[in-house]
């Protein structure tokens, strides 16, 4: 049987963790339990998600590498699986607890990276919040999902129908034999000279057929639109970028999701444009709040490449995609077009295909060489921080019947970033997660407010139209700049 060996991407997020940059996504949550019902206890959770593994296999394996960097890393069978470890109480029997102390226990528990020598996963648990709700937190290494299947994977955890019942926990799950390392290594020799022999035989039936000609020629120019526009341009300095510690903090605001459609309405942009430039205004507020000179940033943003078959498929089904934010802008109706320009100029050339032409051709390279690009691939140098948005249902989930209250993102930080953003739009508000250093950036703390502040800025500029805005000595300074 041949091993199940996980992509070049998906391998690339073990390659670019470091003790000081944890590669897991996630989120933290809460639920409002209904007082009719039982209680939502981490022996019910664990019932829960042990009735559900046998629908995702992956989270009772681990990751082992071939020797001799033969090859990607395999998914294996975990022959100590424990779910006990795996979900757990974050507080004491008994315990309730505050919403600060809920979210400093998350901060401890995503401050810690992930053990490679277990399934890739956590869910830390607080049963009794003292506004009667009770908190989750969950993270997962970007090896086994991206975004948008973390989300389908914590809807398996979830419920649209609040009287699902729960499945039996005891599937008999039994693990199979570890390979030693030479089948490991003759697999890993196996599957490269495959995949060669497919890339030869590709090559020899476009040459044969104009068709495929003019295709493989598009998809090397989007190749290399990419890598000149997008790879190649260096991220300009920002103080968001320095050296980083393994402390995570993770700060939340709560968005309606109808004053964002009401931008959107009136200014004929997209959801996701007007989510960019409340980004763009908040940033630039933090950095006039910090007397530094806002300036453009150059901000990855991950885009879906699922088809409609590989929708709750596990690993990453993403391309990454760079474009400027115009934090340097003092109109929001500006800044809001200027991000509409950089995103149509992305989806109009491809660029979001060209990058994952290029991911794709970086898992050929020798594993020295590929372990090189991954880390510069990740460095502030390529980009300044990464912002997500993730779609998620406009229908109310349920955890054992109690209703999903919010769910803040966790985006990751590679080294030499400091902040990222995730967003999450759900029923009918948008949850930003603002995951930072909190010594690296310790006014992340503001960001928040200044989402707010953003919002609440280009709304009135959306509904006033193009209403004259006041002088920005910061906007004029940046002007003689350049």
Known sequence: MAADRLTPLDSSFLRIETPSAHMHVGWRGSFRPDPARAPVTVAALRQLVGGRLPHAQ??????????????????????????????????????????????????DFLSRRLDRGRPLWQIGFVPRLRDGTVGMVMKV????????????LALLLLDADPDQPVPAADDGWLPAARPNGARLALDALRETGGESLRMAAGIARTAGSPTRSVRLAETLRRAALSAGEDLLRPAPSSFLNGPIGPRRRLLSHTAPLRDLLEIKRHSGATLNDVALAVVAGALRRLALGRDTLPLPLKVMVPVNMRTADQAVSMGNRISFVFISLPVHLDDPLARLRAVGVATRRFKDVGRAAGGSTVMDALGHLPEPIKQGAARIAASPRMYNLTVSNIPGPRAPVYLLGAPLVDAFPVVPLSDGHALSIGMFSYVDHLFFGVHADPEALPDASRLPGALNGARIELRRAALAGAAPVAADPAAELWRAAV
């Open 141 to 152: 290494h970007h090896a086994m999902v991206d975004g948008k299947s973390a989300v389908a």
């Open 58 to 107: 992956r989270f009772r394996q681990r990751v082992v590498f071939p020797p001799a960097g033969l090859g990607e890393p395999v998914w294996i069978d975990d022959e100590r699986f424990d779910l006990r470890y795996h979900v757990r109480s974050l507080s004491g029997p008994g315990e309730s607890v505050s919403r600060g102390e809920f979210a400093q226990l998350t901060d």
